[in-house]
């Protein structure tokens, strides 16, 4: 209802201005999936570089 508002006295700008922030929102969450994940995959690698050292701490790091 308030982008059928927005339309009647804006026009195409208030689709702009509703759509805007969701895009940015959306591409900054996916942004921040994959620095998750390559985090998560440096700390597995990290892991397993101390597990490859010292075969005795197998499992340890997990």
Do not use: C, D
């Given at each position: 209802?308030?982008?059928?508002?927005?339309?009647?006295?804006?026009?195409?700008?208030?689709?702009?201005?509703?759509?805007?922030?969701?895009?940015?929102?959306?591409?900054?969450?996916?942004?921040?999936?994959?620095?998750?994940?390559?985090?998560?995959?440096?700390?597995?690698?990290?892991?397993?570089?101390i597990e490859a050292?010292?075969?005795?701490?197998?499992?340890?790091?997990?």
């Amino acid at each position: 209802m308030l982008l059928a508002i927005m339309y009647r006295g804006m026009g195409y700008w208030s689709l702009v201005i509703f759509f805007l922030p969701l895009l940015v929102t959306r591409l900054s969450f996916k942004s921040f999936l994959g620095i998750r994940n390559v985090y998560r995959k440096t700390i597995e690698a990290l892991a397993n570089a101390i597990e490859a050292q010292n075969p005795n701490r197998h499992g340890h790091g997990r």
